[in-house]
């Protein structure tokens, strides 16, 4: 069992890497690490060449610290413990690198003297906003559907459960704390609805995030931006019901209609793959703001626009005159808030409460 642990630790920050290494494979031409260039720089030296050499570092520090787990592994450090440590560091160690490369960018951007188009000017389409409100409402009754199961099925076989109840499992699948059953029952539905709140909340910002269109393009980066919503809310709307879905099946182990430890341990890792699959097919044939799909435009030789000064980093949007909630990432794939709106804050701190409040233990 130790060592199908570490195997599946091991692959969680392949995993991670992995996510990490393929952004700028994902971002828009018009970006390198968070700065905006000219689309046909992109595919040129040293941009190209510096992507190239992230990636290969990220890869590195990756495969670096899977041989530090398995060396330290040796010393019989806490599991959790080790795994938390591993995903931090290379989350840490990526970041240094970002922002390595984010400031030979914007050094290179300022002593090449890269010309920004005249006009430049934001198109902004807001009928795109109101097409995917449909699949939101119509696909989220199936979240309610197994929440509702998760409670059925407790209440359905009450008396017979015992007094006390395993409310949190280790990496082995065994037990370390328990409840009273009377709580223990309602936790996992509480972490269920706290996730659906969360996810439909995100499909809510996609659906108010701003859609800046390329103006010298506007009807194929519309359409473009389009397909980029639907399929972020599909992906987005699964990865939600997979989270419930494992809820479900340990709520199945806690009241001990499922005996073998080992599938809430299976479960989480085979849907994970699922995850992986989808997100890389996504990644391939999308792209952030879908600039993969139908590109054969020639690449810009100018920046369309230059709205570096509101990136703190390259990834901090902060406009306070931008009433707009939610804007693009520069670096990732998706969305971020605008931190010059005060509501982002508020709304920010809102998702943290739900989060800890639907994990709490009791």
């Known amino acids: 069992m130790t060592n ?3 195997f599946t630790n091991m692959g969680t920050v392949l995993f991670i890497s992995v996510l990490l290494l393929i952004i700028p494979y994902f971002t828009r031409r018009s970006i390198s690490f968070g700065v905006t260039i000219p689309e046909s720089e992109k595919i040129k030296n040293p941009i190209k060449l510096w992507e190239k050499h992230y990636m290969y570092f990220v890869s590195l520090i990756g495969i670096g610290i899977v041989l530090i787990m398995v060396i330290v592994n040796k010393i019989s450090l806490d599991n959790d413990i080790l795994m938390a440590i591993s995903i931090i560091l290379i989350l840490v160690i990526d970041f240094g690198a970002y922002i390595y490369y984010h400031r030979k960018v914007k050094l290179l951007k300022l002593s090449a003297h890269w010309e920004v188009e005249a006009s430049n000017k934001v198109v ?3 009928t795109i906003r109101k097409e995917t409100t449909s699949f939101q409402l119509a696909w ?3 979240y309610l559907v ?3 199961v998760t409670v059925m099925i407790p209440s359905l076989i009450f008396d017979s459960l015992p007094a006390q109840l395993a409310v949190h499992f280790n990496m082995e699948g065994i037990a370390d704390t328990m409840m009273a059953k009377e709580k223990a029952i309602f936790l996992l539905p509480g972490s269920q609805i706290g996730m659906t709140l969360i996810m439909f909340f995100v499909h809510i910002a996609i659906n108010s995030a701003k859609v800046t269109i390329d103006p010298g393009n506007k009807e194929a980066s519309a359409n473009r ?9 599909l992906i987005l709307y699964f990865i939600g019901l997979i989270t419930i879905i494992t809820l479900f099946v340990t709520q199945l182990y806690v009241v001990g209609i499922i005996k073998n430890p080992q599938i809430i341990i299976v479960v989480p890792i085979v849907l994970m793959l699922i995850i992986f699959v989808v997100l890389g097919a996504f990644v391939i044939t999308t792209g952030q703001s879908g600039w993969k799909i139908n590109q054969h435009n ?3 030789k100018k920046i369309i626009r230059d709205d570096d000064r509101y990136y703190k980093l390259g990834i901090i ?3 306070p005159k931008d009433p707009s909630l939610f804007v693009e990432k520069r670096f990732g794939i998706g969305w971020t808030f605008n931190f010059g709106n005060p509501i982002s804050w508020i709304i920010l701190v809102v998702i943290i409460l739900i989060m800890v409040l639907s994990g709490l233990k009791g």
């Open 140 to 142: 989220y009754g199936l």
């Open 4 to 6: 199908y642990i570490l």
């Open 298 to 300: 020639e690449p810009s």
């Open 317 to 319: 949007y902060f406009n």
């Open 124 to 126: 902004v389409d807001m």
């Open 146 to 148: 197994i929440i509702g």
């Open 225 to 233: 931006h389009r397909i980029f919503r639907k399929r972020m809310a």
